[in-house]
């Protein structure tokens, strides 16, 4: 007998094939939605790590130049072989771009969210060096980032290679950097993204390094802090302990307060700065930015710019 299907049967098989193709086809829906899904996470966590390596570069490049013991503001060398250590003959940077120098800057192996090392641009007129001074919050600088001025330095992410670098691993700028961050001259970019531009650029101000260098400066000048061991030995807390009341106001811009003089330049003169301190005050122009007001026998307000520091005796305990 001649094989038949039967309505019924026919009906059957065609449903079992509708089901079987909505099985595939919500399975590979699935397969496209999670590989969009991980591709989406991965890129966030790739731009992830990468903000955090770059702002862990700029806090060590500030601190390190609030902290430096000849001319705080400073800022260290990049380093030009890729060995994390800053590159420099006589105190000159042997070049003022090249990768961040971690390992001078007592920093972890810092590295963007595609595991490469960050570069790192400086204002010649920052170097740690006696020919830039002075270098304190009026200093002049080159370095730009999108034309807006005053930029003490700048960190980057090179990212993935762009179909024009294939020169890595390198130690050649322009095999990492993109468009003018290549070109050598103090004007950078920070975008737009492009397939011929994937650099990640964060600003490091002149701003953002005397802030904290400021705090610095201003805490030379009061002397000791609240925990440290002995009378105080040298600033506005040496002055007070030796005399019993702030000093005067300096009115007429000679170092020495004027008596009665309440408000004016800080009487530098006046006070007892340990000698490494006031060399390097001295030779980078410090002393005339700051501003002193005697508030009363007991308290006191020193400024340099916005940066203040509200100046009281020592405590009792444990300074003196």
């Given at each position: 007998m001649p094989n038949t299907i039967s309505p019924a049967n026919a009906s059957h098989q065609g449903g079992a094939a509708l089901l079987v193709f909505m099985l595939f086809f919500f399975l590979g829906a699935m397969a496209w939605l999670l590989t969009r899904?991980?591709?989406?996470?991965?890129?966030?966590?790739?731009d992830h790590a990468t903000t955090a390596a770059l702002a862990e570069a700029k806090s060590g490049l500030i601190g390190r130049a609030a902290q430096d013991g000849n001319r705080?503001?400073?800022?260290?060398?990049?380093?030009?072989?890729?060995?994390?250590?800053?590159?420099?003959?006589?105190?000159?940077?042997?070049?003022?771009?090249?990768?961040?120098?971690?390992?001078?800057?007592?920093?972890?192996?810092?590295?963007?969210?595609?595991?490469?090392?960050?570069?790192y641009a400086l204002d010649p007129g920052l170097r740690d060096n006696p020919a830039a001074e002075p270098i304190n919050p009026?200093?002049?600088?080159?370095?730009?980032?999108?034309?807006?001025?005053?930029?003490?330095?700048?960190?980057?992410?090179?990212?993935s290679p762009l179909s024009n670098q294939n020169g890595r691993?390198?130690?050649?700028?322009?095999?990492?950097?993109?468009?003018?961050?290549?070109?050598?001259?103090?004007?950078?970019?920070?975008?737009?993204?492009?397939?011929?531009?994937?650099?990640?650029?964060l600003a490091i101000t002149r701003d953002d390094v005397f802030r904290t260098t400021n705090q610095r400066v201003l805490g030379e000048i009061r002397g000791p802090d609240d925990n440290a061991p002995g009378a105080p030995n040298h600033g506005l807390r040496r002055y007070h302990e030796d005399n019993g009341t702030f000093p005067w106001a300096d009115t007429d811009n000679d170092g020495s307060g004027n008596p009665g003089a309440n408000s004016g330049n800080l009487p530098f003169n006046d006070l007892n700065l340990h000698p490494t301190v006031s060399a390097w005050l001295n030779a980078n122009a410090w002393l005339p930015l700051i501003t002193y007001q005697r508030i009363s026998a007991n308290a006191a307000t020193i400024a340099i710019g916005t940066s203040a520091m509200n100046i009281s005796p020592c405590p009792s305990s444990p300074c003196p």
């Amino acid at each position: 007998m001649p094989n038949t299907i039967s309505p019924a049967n026919a009906s059957h098989q065609g449903g079992a094939a509708l089901l079987v193709f909505m099985l595939f086809f919500f399975l590979g829906a699935m397969a496209w939605l999670l590989t969009r899904s991980g591709s989406a996470i991965t890129r966030q966590q790739i731009d992830h790590a990468t903000t955090a390596a770059l702002a862990e570069a700029k806090s060590g490049l500030i601190g390190r130049a609030a902290q430096d013991g000849n001319r705080p503001g400073s800022l260290t060398c990049p380093d030009t072989d890729n060995d994390g250590i800053a590159n420099q003959v006589a105190g000159n940077c042997t070049a003022y771009i090249g990768r961040l120098p971690w390992k001078t800057l007592d920093l972890a192996d810092l590295r963007d969210g595609r595991g490469e090392r960050l570069w790192y641009a400086l204002d010649p007129g920052l170097r740690d060096n006696p020919a830039a001074e002075p270098i304190n919050p009026q200093k002049a600088l080159q370095l730009s980032l999108d034309t807006n001025g005053a930029v003490a330095a700048l960190v980057f992410s090179a990212g993935s290679p762009l179909s024009n670098q294939n020169g890595r691993p390198s130690n050649t700028v322009s095999d990492y950097l993109d468009g003018s961050n290549s070109d050598g001259d103090t004007s950078y970019v920070s975008g737009p993204s492009s397939p011929l531009f994937n650099d990640v650029v964060l600003a490091i101000t002149r701003d953002d390094v005397f802030r904290t260098t400021n705090q610095r400066v201003l805490g030379e000048i009061r002397g000791p802090d609240d925990n440290a061991p002995g009378a105080p030995n040298h600033g506005l807390r040496r002055y007070h302990e030796d005399n019993g009341t702030f000093p005067w106001a300096d009115t007429d811009n000679d170092g020495s307060g004027n008596p009665g003089a309440n408000s004016g330049n800080l009487p530098f003169n006046d006070l007892n700065l340990h000698p490494t301190v006031s060399a390097w005050l001295n030779a980078n122009a410090w002393l005339p930015l700051i501003t002193y007001q005697r508030i009363s026998a007991n308290a006191a307000t020193i400024a340099i710019g916005t940066s203040a520091m509200n100046i009281s005796p020592c405590p009792s305990s444990p300074c003196p």
